[in-house]
């Protein structure tokens, strides 16, 4: 500590200039709840630099051009060959500048650690209903973020026109091609004429690695403001209130954390890229329009798009002498729309569903909220197979299953797995409620038996700690609107939002959405909720009463103002 | 304070014989891996009839059952006459025959014949009705060959089956495109010339016998050719990285963020 007197001067003098002092205080002051799932997020972010480091590099030697050049460089089975510019420089990155390999195996092994990243961690934010008010907003600009990086992945897969990457390009362009009407005026547009035409990769280009991450980073950044001014949400416990966030402190908890955790991103990228291979384009050979590889697949990302296209059925109609090809507009329009348009609206539709309109800042536990989880499970199921789907000709060969088998068995899985999906993972939560209810109620069973004097046996039993309970009595139940009037239907008069179809729909998804065991009363948690009606403020959010617990001013613990 | 470094040492020590793990493991399998399948069976220069006489005994014995006395055919296996030397040397040098059950596709197995007794029955076949003969050692010969032809030929004409890097593919109704690691160039060249199965032939006019060894050439160089970017993960396309990324990568990832977060509570 014997530099605390030079880097404070430094402080006052950074503060006297731009008054920074405070907003870094507050910013070091900020609390991160300690559970594992909320560093997902942190590996996308990671990632991410990872991405812009070495694609700045990248940029030093690739060339996107597609003029026509005869490779004579290191690779020598590529010798003679004529190619693009684009190609010719990704061989020149891969066999003669120094480092360029590893470099170009870092850039997409980020890439495709970053896009898993961004998916496990939307999956932890659905799952523990961390998306609710007031954090809708930040959940759409994570849909966006997820959206904008699939198309950064293809783009960037694209630029070194390669085998593969024409052959998904050749797809794209399909893709345009089946929007009805304008597809092929926006397939002209895209490729500046016919396909694959010359500006195509230096259009790619700019697109990769200006506009895209210019978005990216913008998004990234709202997303962290939103985060930061909101503060995290946390996963129940004891202690943990909505008007509280425990966790450790930025600094120094928190920033050794992350940056010790930034470095085990970079080792783990680091460590693939080394020694394992990655986008092999000197193997694939450059663009051909008239090759085709077995095994051409996109990158992961890219699979359900993939998948959708290979179970699809070919169905083709002429209207008034225009091809409407559903063959190609269904596969790659419906599944990925159902699934991020559902996600998009799914925040406004449970709030609607639920006339739940409070603030949430402790996490459900995914079996807390049954339906909520089942039907998570069932679009992770739907995606599944089509992304598994995907890769049906190296699952073919691999496993040796027939390929139009395994077609078969993707088309009707793919609307069986997901209802299966649902129903499982609903039962496995309410069976993960009633042991809760049961331990609350009857304690941990010891193993210890012990036999009374009338000779009976028992089972001792002891009650769960205080912090299990506060997590067991986090269950406060998705908010239920009114029981519908009871028997006679001209007995009383429902509340307007149960009048009409809509009324009624709402009150029958509301009845499925809120199935759960009775959380067990007694303790304070009764389900006040029941009354709740459509612009009510809430009562008081269950935990609240645990606040007081800790001691004002522990370094753990942050205040959450209100309103936020 | 010593017992973190003492703790953190022993991790270092980990990740040391992992890395260490892999190292060998890539050396072994670089050393197992990097032969290339150079042997080029000898060719009969014509056909005694000594040689004729042993091919027939030896078909009448393990083939006839399949093909027929006199190679004309039975429900079990198609006839013989006209195939050529070419086919019936592919078909039992690389063990394919004789056939041991009949199934969507005859796999490659270890080789029931030696190469004399593979060319007395490829002489008989011959003998009973012509067909494309065994090619010379000299028209499988990559060397000198253009590689750079070989290599869009290649992917023109059989990567959409047996894959960019020849490892292999599915076809429909179970059949598949095997794997291209251990065929010899006299293999590759029959292959192309006979068409087995579902392969179409390419006959010298489709691909003319030069274009045969640039294709051969192309095959037998990538095939042997070692992995710069580390371990190849099946030379299969990216569905393996994909399932590296998840298992290995985030896999990985999130036992370092759950490790790290445990790391906190003990503390407290
Ligand atoms: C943000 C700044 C970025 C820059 C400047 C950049 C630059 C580049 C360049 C120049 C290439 C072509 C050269 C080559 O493949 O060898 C490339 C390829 C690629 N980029 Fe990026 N990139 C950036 C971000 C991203 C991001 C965010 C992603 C992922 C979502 C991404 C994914 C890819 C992929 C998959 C390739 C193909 C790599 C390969 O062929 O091995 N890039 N990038």
């Given at each position: 500590m014997s530099n605390s007197k030079g880097l404070g001067g430094v402080g006052v003098f950074l503060d006297d200039r731009t008054r920074g002092a405070a907003p870094a205080r507050r910013f070091m002051r900020k609390i991160f709840p300690d559970?594992?799932?909320?560093?997902l997020g942190e590996i996308a972010l990671y990632s991410f630099i990872i991405l812009i480091l070495t694609g700045i590099f990248l940029t030093l030697f690739f060339q996107p051009s597609m003029t026509d050049v005869v490779y004579h460089g290191v690779?020598?089975?590529?010798?003679g060959v004529r190619m693009s510019e684009a190609y010719a420089s990704t061989l020149n990155i891969s066999f003669?500048?120094?480092g360029g390999l590893l470099l170009r195996q870092i850039h997409h092994w980020a890439a495709l650690l970053f896009v898993g990243a961004i998916m496990v961690h939307m999956l932890r934010v659905f799952f523990t209903g961390a998306y609710r008010k007031p954090r809708e907003f930040n959940w759409i600009i994570g849909i966006a973020i997820f959206t904008i990086s699939i198309f950064e992945g293809l783009f960037g897969y694209s630029l070194p026109d390669d085998l593969l990457s024409g052959t998904g390009l050749r797809i794209t362009q399909g893709v345009l091609q089946s929007v009805p009407i304008v597809g092929t005026y926006l397939s002209f547009f895209l490729f500046g004429g016919?396909?694959?035409?010359?500006?195509i990769i230096p259009r790619l280009y700019i697109i990769h690695v200006l506009i895209i991450p210019g978005l990216l980073l913008a998004l990234i950044s709202a997303h962290l403001f939103l985060m930061f001014h909101q503060k995290h949400t946390q996963m129940p416990?004891?202690?943990?209130?909505?008007?509280n966030v425990v966790g450790a402190p930025m600094y120094p908890y928190f920033m050794a954390k992350t940056g010790a955790f930034f470095f085990f991103v970079f080792a783990v990228v680091a460590l693939l890229s080394t020694f394992a291979q990655i986008n092999p384009i000197w193997l694939f050979g450059?663009?051909?329009?008239s090759g085709i590889t077995a095994g051409s697949q996109p990158d992961f990302y890219m699979g359900a798009l993939e998948g959708a296209l290979r179970i699809m059925p070919n169905w083709v109609s002429n209207v008034g002498g225009y091809t409407i090809a559903w063959n190609v507009i269904i596969p790659a329009f419906v599944p990925l729309g159902i699934i991020f348009g559902g996600a998009a609206l799914w925040p406004f539709l449970e709030r609607w569903i639920t006339g739940d309109h409070r603030e949430h800042h402790i996490n459900d536990r995914p079996r807390n909220a049954p339906t909520r989880t089942g039907i998570g499970m069932a679009a992770v199921a739907f995606y599944g197979v089509l992304w598994l789907e995907g890769a049906n000709d190296v699952i073919a060969a691999q496993l040796h299953i027939p390929l139009y088998t395994l077609t078969w068995i993707a088309r009707v899985s793919v609307f069986l797995a997901p209802a299966v999906a649902y129903w499982v993972t609903k039962r496995i939560c309410l069976g993960l409620q009633r042991k809760d209810t049961h331990l609350l109620e009857h304690?941990?069973?010891?193993?210890i038996i012990r036999q009374l004097p009338s000779g009976e046996f028992i089972e001792v039993t002891r009650p769960v700690s205080e912090e299990v309970r506060a997590v067991l009595e986090s269950r406060t139940g998705l908010p239920q609107l009114p029981?519908?009037?009871?028997?006679?239907?001209?007995e009383g008069v429902p509340a307007p939002s149960e009048r009409g179809a809509m009324g009624k729909l709402r009150v029958r998804l509301n009845r499925v959405l809120t199935e759960g065991i009775p959380v067990p009363t007694g303790?304070?948690?009764?389900?006040?909720?029941?009354e709740l009606r459509e612009g009510e403020p809430a009562a008081?959010?269950?935990?609240?009463?645990?606040?007081?617990?800790l001691e004002a001013g522990s370094p753990d613990e942050e205040e959450r103002p209100s309103g936020h | 304070m010593s017992l973190i470094t003492a703790r953190r040492r022993r991790r270092a020590a980990g990740y040391a014989v992992i890395v260490l793990g892999l190292l060998t493991a890539g050396v072994a399998y670089a050393t197992v891996t990097?032969?290339?399948?150079?042997?080029a069976a000898a060719t009969p220069s014509s056909a005694s009839p000594k040689q004729i006489a042993e091919g027939a005994s030896l078909f009448s014995v393990?083939?006839?059952?399949?093909?027929g006395m006199n190679a004309q055919g039975t429900s079990q296996g198609p006839s013989?006459?006209?195939?050529g030397a070419a086919a019936v040397d592919f078909q039992v040098s690389t063990g394919r025959?004789?056939?041991k059950e009949i199934s969507a596709e005859m796999p490659r197995k270890p080789?029931?014949?030696?190469t004399a007794q593979t060319h007395a029955i490829a002489a008989y076949i011959a003998s009973l009705g012509g067909g494309p003969a065994i090619p010379s050692a000299a028209e499988v010969?990559?060397?000198?060959?253009?590689m750079a032809l070989g290599q869009s030929l290649f992917i023109t004409?059989?990567?959409?089956?047996?894959n960019f890097s020849g490892a292999g593919g599915a076809l429909t109704y179970g059949k598949y495109a095997p794997a291209?690691?251990?065929?010899t160039p006299t293999q590759i060249y029959e292959a192309m010339l006979t068409?087995?199965?579902a392969m179409p032939v390419f006959n010298d006019t489709t691909i003319t016998p030069a274009q045969k060894r640039d294709i051969i050439a192309y095959i037998t160089t990538v095939r042997s050719e070692a992995n710069p970017g580390g371990f190849?993960?099946?030379?299969?396309?990216p569905v393996t990285e994909g399932l590296v990324a998840f298992l290995g990568g985030i896999g990985s990832l999130v036992f370092a963020s759950i490790w790290i977060t445990l790391k906190r509570r003990e503390h407290t």
């Open positions: 559970h594992w799932s909320f560093l690779y020598h089975p590529l010798d003669d500048v120094r016919q396909f694959p035409g010359h500006v416990g004891k202690g943990r209130t909505e008007t450059p663009y051909n329009p304690g941990v069973e010891t193993g029981a519908p009037a009871p028997g006679e239907p001209g303790n304070g948690h009764g389900n006040g909720h029941a008081v959010p269950s935990g609240a009463d645990h606040g007081r617990e | 990097g032969q290339p399948g150079t042997a393990t083939c006839a059952s399949c093909h013989l006459i006209g195939v025959m004789p056939a080789p029931v014949f030696d010969s990559p060397i000198g060959a253009d004409d059989c990567a959409q089956c047996h291209l690691t251990h065929s068409g087995p199965e190849s993960l099946g030379r299969i396309g």
